[in-house]
T-cell receptor, first 112, second 113 residues
Framework: KQEVTQIPAALSVPEGENLVLNCSFTDSAIYNLQWFRQDPGKGLTSLLLIQSSQREQTSGRLNASLDKSSGRSTLYIAASQPGDSATYLCAAGPYNFNKFYFGSGTKLNVKP | EAGVAQSPRYKIIEKRQSVAFWCNPISGHATLYWYQQILGQGPKLLIQFQNNGVVDDSQLPKDRFSAERLKGVDSTLKIQPAKLEDSAVYLC???????????FGPGTRLTVL
């Protein structure tokens, strides 16, 4: 069974800093890796999806990388803003179509 | 385009009572998921529907949880009887089948006393 771990569990940074969130998974035979954002009381918003054949994806200030051989993914946030404060979840998808296993998330607080 | 709708948003019950949650997915989305998210943990898949058929319910506690998706549209998730450990947020998501294109509802926060 796929196990997904996210470190750190919580992170507090001043506005403007660049930061990296980490995600590791035990089964490297994944189909894709997805990063989500969750705001309090809200559902999950998809940020970036990396297919197994890809190494990274970028959207605005966000960049996600995937290294299947080491079982790791990172989410890089450039020039962080208070509006980035949320919980970030990664999810690994095996070759079972459309099924994901989630990590427990990193709660990010960006201080003005 | 309207998003995934869920109701109620909050529910407080006592243990051994019954509760039901409702989900209305995005129009045209054939795949529907129910996830359970316990505080401090990531979401865990309970059940996945493709149209009105069950694709995966391997992690659904079938002795107390049940779910149905009539006519391949709306879905209900029921817990009977509830236990303290069922306190969680229940998330509904739907997908059109494009890999990774999921839409999540706001969730129902259940508190079992």
């Amino acid at each position: 069974k796929q196990e997904v771990t996210q470190i750190p569990a919580a992170l507090s940074v001043p506005e403007g800093e660049n930061l990296v969130l980490n995600c590791s998974f035990t089964d490297s035979a994944i189909y894709n890796l997805q990063w989500f954002r969750q705001d309090p009381g809200k559902g999950l918003t998809s940020l970036l999806l990396i297919q197994s054949s890809q190494r990274e994806q970028t959207s605005g200030r966000l960049n996600a990388s995937l290294d299947k051989s080491s079982g790791r993914s990172t989410l890089y946030i450039a020039a962080s803003q208070p509006g980035d404060s949320a919980t970030y979840l990664c999810a690994a998808g095996p070759y079972n179509f459309n099924k994901f296993y989630f990590g427990s998330g990193t709660k990010l607080n960006v201080k003005p | 385009e309207a998003g995934v709708a869920q109701s109620p948003r909050y529910k407080i019950i006592e243990k051994r009572q019954s509760v039901a949650f409702w989900c209305n997915p995005i129009s045209g989305h054939a795949t529907l998921y129910w996830y359970q998210q316990i505080l401090g943990q990531g979401p865990k898949l309970l059940i996945q529907f493709q149209n009105n058929g069950v694709v995966d319910d391997s992690q659904l506690p079938k002795d107390r949880f049940s779910a149905e998706r009539l006519k391949g549209v709306d879905s209900t998730l029921k817990i009977q009887p509830a236990k303290l450990e069922d306190s969680a947020v229940y998330l509904c998501a739907s997908s059109s089948g494009n890999i990774g294109r999921w839409d999540f509802g706001p969730g129902t926060r259940l508190t079992v006393l």
